[in-house]
């Protein structure tokens, strides 16, 4: 999986950014997800619906509202069902259902745009999960108005891929923010 290196100021125009997710990072093996650690979750076959039989790394998370900046609700609940086997059912104070939202597929060769592309029609028939978005920072001025616009959503942060090649690791192609 690739993974972060907390944002140290540089110019991050020309990068890929995204909102940052509260929850548990996992991959889709085409049968199960496996958490970072390579724990099987066993999440409910419900979940699992119409997820394709290839590898997509990705979110189990419970949506906005669930950061650092309050009592952490959302977060508790995906972890809970996915490291302790917890209730798949439940929801976060706010309403918000456990999802699976799809980061990228690491053996489809091809730009980050390809990968989400096809991330994108690989999952859209399964009900409890979605493809993450990503915009191109334009500007400064750009990052500063989407990191406050993330805020103001109650956003956990953003994330950047500084490069497009997506390499597994701490490589420092992914920077992360967080409020």
Same mark, same amino acid.
């Given at each position: 999986?690739?993974?972060? +290196?907390?944002?140290? @100021?540089?110019?991050?125009?020309?990068?890929?950014?995204?909102?940052?997710?509260?929850?548990?990072?996992v991959? *889709?093996?085409?049968?199960?997800?496996?958490?970072? &650690?390579?724990?099987? +979750?066993?999440?409910?076959? *419900?979940?699992?619906?119409? !997820?394709?039989?290839? /590898? =997509?790394? @990705?979110?189990?998370?419970?949506?906005r509202?669930?950061? &650092?900046r309050?009592?952490?609700?959302?977060?508790?609940?995906?972890? %809970?069902? +996915?490291?302790h086997g917890?209730d798949?059912?439940k929801? $976060?104070?706010?309403? $918000?259902?456990? /999802?699976f %939202?799809? !980061?990228?597929?690491?053996d489809?060769? @091809?730009?980050?745009?390809?990968?989400?592309?096809?991330?994108?029609?690989?999952?859209?028939?399964?009900?409890?999960?979605?493809? =993450?978005? $990503? /915009?191109? =920072?334009?500007?400064?001025?750009?990052?500063?108005?989407?990191?406050?616009?993330?805020?103001?959503?109650?956003?956990? @942060?953003?994330?950047?891929?500084?490069k497009?090649?997506? !390499?597994?690791? /701490? $490589?420092g192609?992914? +920077?992360?923010?967080?409020?």
């Amino acid at each position: 999986m690739i993974l972060a +290196v907390d944002w140290q @100021g540089t110019d991050l125009t020309g990068a890929l950014a995204s909102e940052k997710l509260n929850g548990c990072r996992v991959e *889709w093996d085409g049968e199960c997800f496996w958490t970072r &650690s390579g724990n099987r +979750v066993n999440a409910p076959a *419900w979940f699992t619906k119409g !997820l394709p039989k290839c /590898r =997509i790394n @990705g979110e189990i998370h419970c949506g906005r509202g669930t950061g &650092s900046r309050n009592d952490n609700t959302g977060y508790k609940v995906a972890m %809970t069902a +996915v490291v302790h086997g917890g209730d798949w059912f439940k929801a $976060t104070d706010n309403g $918000t259902q456990i /999802r699976f %939202t799809a !980061l990228y597929m690491p053996d489809i060769k @091809g730009s980050w745009a390809d990968k989400q592309r096809i991330v994108k029609y690989a999952i859209e028939n399964c009900p409890h999960a979605d493809a =993450i978005e $990503t /915009r191109k =920072i334009k500007s400064a001025k750009h990052f500063a108005a989407m990191l406050k616009e993330l805020h103001a959503v109650n956003a956990e @942060g953003a994330m950047f891929l500084t490069k497009g090649n997506g !390499l597994p690791g /701490r $490589t420092g192609e992914l +920077v992360r923010f967080k409020f």
